[in-house]
């Protein structure tokens, strides 16, 4: 395989800074490669992968079927690749991130242990100058953040949680080495999807958990099972006509059929036949069993009740099960979970839930957390307390364009892009997965090809017409703004307090982040952009720039 190595020397100048290296950077800098240009990846971690980097906690597993959250660009990779379970856990997506950076050797022009510190256009030369905390700065015609929608994990501001004397873990940024629960007294804070994964097996561990919820949350049984060779044959045969339907027709990049009816166009038997197919399938599907869940609440409150009903059959104690079922926000409006054993895990004798929606975590002591005025002892303390989603990590880095504006106040009363991609003021710098995008509300994997594809593409275009910058017109930012949130506010996410919403953020304005018209529509609409020789954006040419710069 021959590959062409951009390498720029440390601290000189490129045509391209990309920042992170999970999936979304190491194919942009593949295709960036591919094209010629020359490309500095700067990551803070000592590794590629980014969230399989990161969240190493008991449990760790993508809740996107693994043949299909995987790579789709070399289909050499595909067919070679062997998932040996239908999620694939964090170990064995990290060896798989490893494999890719190998394969396409990628690693000579990543530089590890470095964060990207700010970012300031220079308007005089048309370039981002890019500092670094290993105190480079380095020039670059084009900047892509490849942060990560899900980087930035949230600690959570509770009183004493400094002074604990036990050992406190982020699922988020879990340590490299193996962590050993054995014979010790855990809590967990948090039972989104991270917490869901991590309690059963925490559990199976641990003396004793202790589960702190605020919120209970849908999740659906993932059903993993080993993949034999045969099961992977059948689906590499398959693999075109699934990245198609993947990329143009899925609403959430999910091979899956297409529901032919809402969910009142059934009696209650066949209503409840079909969920229960779909429960015994397992998985994310279960949300597309009717086309109308997102829609229309009484449609949603027939699959809500569904599961509430599961969470009883399953869970022994009436009073536990009660408070596992969601009753606050309708099904599907926040991220639904996946799990495995997770509700069945509250029948333990050694697992207490303890409800601080009503008995809020007043402090943590030295080895104990008080929760409406009663201590629950433990040894060592867990927070599946999330992130700072979609814009926590851009958001660290001190980005200036044109005038000095940041990108912090541009974006103080929530994110601004232009479909996504970039902020109109902030020239050559494009953002993949950015709010307003479909981002993740789909198989993340479909979401970042598309963007690197498009990126790589819009910067051939401008390279083969020597124009030097790219940004959106104001007005096609103010209209995109107004239709992501026109297409959120005819769904039922908003009614939820989600971190799509930037809920789970003190202080973060309520903005319906991503975009929600589905990816094949969104696709469709970058696509036709594009042709049109990039509706919405302005570029300049050499002399052009010069002058924008002047009068700026
Ligand atoms: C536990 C978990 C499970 C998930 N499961 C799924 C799933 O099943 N399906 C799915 O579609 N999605 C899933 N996701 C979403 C997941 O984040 C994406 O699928 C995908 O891995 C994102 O890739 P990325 O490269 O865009 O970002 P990331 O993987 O987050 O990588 C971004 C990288 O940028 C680096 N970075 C950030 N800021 C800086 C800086 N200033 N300087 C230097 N480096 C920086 C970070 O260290 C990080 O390594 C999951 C997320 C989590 C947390």
């Not at 469709?524 to 002399?543: D, H, L, P, R, W």
Request: glycine share 10%; net charge neutral.
């Amino acid at each position: 395989m021959s590959v062409v190595q951009s390498n720029p020397a440390r601290g000189e100048s490129c045509d391209v800074v990309v920042v992170g290296a999970g999936f979304a950077g190491m194919y942009m800098l593949y295709r960036l490669r591919g094209l010629g240009f020359s490309v500095r990846v700067y990551e803070q971690g000592s590794g590629v992968g980014g969230t399989w980097y990161w969240n190493r906690y008991p449990g760790a597993r993508c809740d996107v079927e693994s043949m299909q959250y995987s790579y789709s660009f070399s289909d050499e990779l595909q067919q070679q690749w062997d998932w040996s379970e239908r999620y694939a856990s964090q170990p064995e997506i990290l060896r798989y991130a490893n494999h890719v950076a190998d394969r396409f050797d990628l690693r000579p022009d990543m530089q590890f242990d470095t964060t990207v510190q700010s970012c300031t256009f220079d308007e005089k030369t048309n370039s981002w100058s890019v500092a670094t905390s290993k105190g480079e700065i380095v020039a670059a015609k084009f900047l892509v953040l490849a942060t990560g929608c899900l980087s930035n994990a949230r600690k959570p501001d509770i009183r004493g949680l400094d002074g604990f004397k036990g050992a406190v873990y982020h699922t988020g940024n879990w340590p490299h080495e193996p962590v050993d629960f054995t014979g010790l007294r855990v809590g967990i804070i948090g039972t989104g999807s991270s917490g869901i994964q991590a309690v059963p097996v925490i559990a199976g561990q641990a003396r004793h958990l202790t589960v702190f919820q605020r919120t209970p949350n849908y999740s659906i049984p993932a059903r993993n099972a080993p993949l034999s060779a045969e099961d992977r044959a059948a689906f590499r045969k398959i693999y075109p006509e699934v990245r198609r339907f993947a990329r143009e027709e899925a609403k959430n990049g999910i091979y899956t059929e297409v529901p032919d009816r809402g969910a009142l166009d059934d009696g209650d038997n066949g209503r409840r036949a079909r969920y229960e197919a779909r429960w015994q399938h397992g998985g994310l599907t279960f949300m597309s069993v009717y086309n109308n869940l997102a829609l229309d609440k009484a449609a949603n409150d027939t699959a809500a009740d569904f599961v509430r009903g599961k969470i009883a059959e399953t869970v022994k104690d009436p009073a536990c099960a009660k408070l596992l079922q969601p009753t606050t926000y309708p099904i599907g409006t926040k991220r639904i979970c996946i799990d495995t054993d997770y509700f069945e895990t509250f029948n333990r004798p050694n697992v207490t839930l303890v409800d601080i929606r009503s008995n809020p975590i007043e402090e943590v002591l030295p080895s104990a957390v008080r929760a409406g005025g009663k201590d629950y002892e433990i040894d060592a303390l867990v927070l599946a307390t999330g992130f700072d989603a979609m814009t926590g990590s851009v958001a660290k880095i001190d980005i200036r364009g044109r005038g000095g504006r940041s990108l912090n106040q541009k974006w103080a009363e929530g994110p601004k892009t232009y479909l996504g991609l970039m902020s109109a003021g902030f020239p050559n710098l494009f953002i993949i997965t950015g709010p307003g995008s479909p981002s993740v509300l789909s198989n993340m994997m479909v979401s970042i090809e598309q963007h690197v594809d498009w990126i790589a593409d819009c910067l051939g275009f401008m390279r083969d017409r020597s124009l030097q910058t790219i940004e959106p017109e104001a007005d096609a930012e103010e209209k995109w703004v107004a239709h992501v949130n026109e297409v959120a506010n005819a769904t039922l996410y908003p009614q939820a307090n989600s971190w799509y919403m930037g809920a789970n953020i003190p202080g973060k304005p309520r903005i319906f982040m991503p975009y929600i018209g589905g990816v094949g529509a969104y696709r469709q609409i970058c696509n036709e952009v594009a042709a049109k020789g990039y509706e919405g954006f302005a570029m300049t040419a050499a002399a052009r720039a010069q002058e924008t710069a002047a009068t700026a």
